[in-house]
């Protein structure tokens, strides 16, 4: 099964960026698409960006559309957040997490199976 790991967080300035990694080992064909989602303190999970392995398509939450990227690297099973012009309303905990095809809505966590230990992202003003 897959086993995301996540790496990349820090602690930035409002308007800097980051870029977080995700390494999914054990991905197999059955996992159409990696999400990021994150949860900031006192607050639900939410979602971030998605991006399936096979087409490529990516979509993201308002919130960031614009300034995050997410992009992939099927020979190394990597997928990345690219995050620029960062707010202190960005920090969280970052997860990325496996869909498998079939489960459910691509936005929805709950359609996700395996999630990575989470990265934190602090933004200060």
């Known amino acids: 099964q897959v086993q995301p790991v996540e790496s990349g967080g820090g602690l930035v300035q409002a308007g800097g960026s980051l870029r977080l990694s995700c390494a999914a080992s054990g991905r197999t064909s059955s996992d159409d698409a990696m999400g990021w989602f994150r949860q900031a303190p006192g607050k639900e999970r939410e979602f971030v960006a998605f991006?399936?392995?096979?087409?490529?398509?990516?979509y993201s939450a308002n919130s960031v559309k614009g300034r995050f990227t997410i992009s992939r690297d099927n020979a190394r099973n990597m997928v990345y957040l690219q995050m620029n012009s960062l707010k202190p309303e960005d920090t969280a905990v970052y997860y990325c997490a496996a869909h498998r095809a079939y489960r459910g809505p691509y936005l929805d966590a709950r359609s996700y199976d395996y999630w990575g230990q989470g990265t934190q992202v602090t933004v200060s003003s």
């Open positions: 991006i399936t392995w096979v087409a490529g398509t990516t």
